[in-house]
């Protein structure tokens, strides 16, 4: 599925799976996190966390789920 937290069908996931970043290196990857496309994801990201709903992430993705500061030691 391909679709943005605004779209309507977002209510009706029973899981959000966040895919990989598309990086390879680690410096890609840093470019990645930083871009603001994907850092307007970080609050949104946490308000699903904090609703209980789940979230799962691939590869980079997860890497993404670390920065929004909602993996646990």
Do not use: Y
């Amino acid at each position: 599925m391909d679709f943005t937290f605004d779209d309507s069908r977002m209510e009706a996931l029973d899981i959000l799976v966040v895919p990989a970043l598309g990086a390879d290196s680690r410096a890609r990857v840093i470019d990645a996190l930083m871009r603001p496309d994907i850092a307007n994801w970080h609050a949104r990201l946490r308000d699903w966390a904090e609703q209980g709903r789940l979230l799962a992430a691939a590869c980079t993705g997860t890497l993404l789920l670390a920065e929004s500061a909602i993996l646990k030691d």
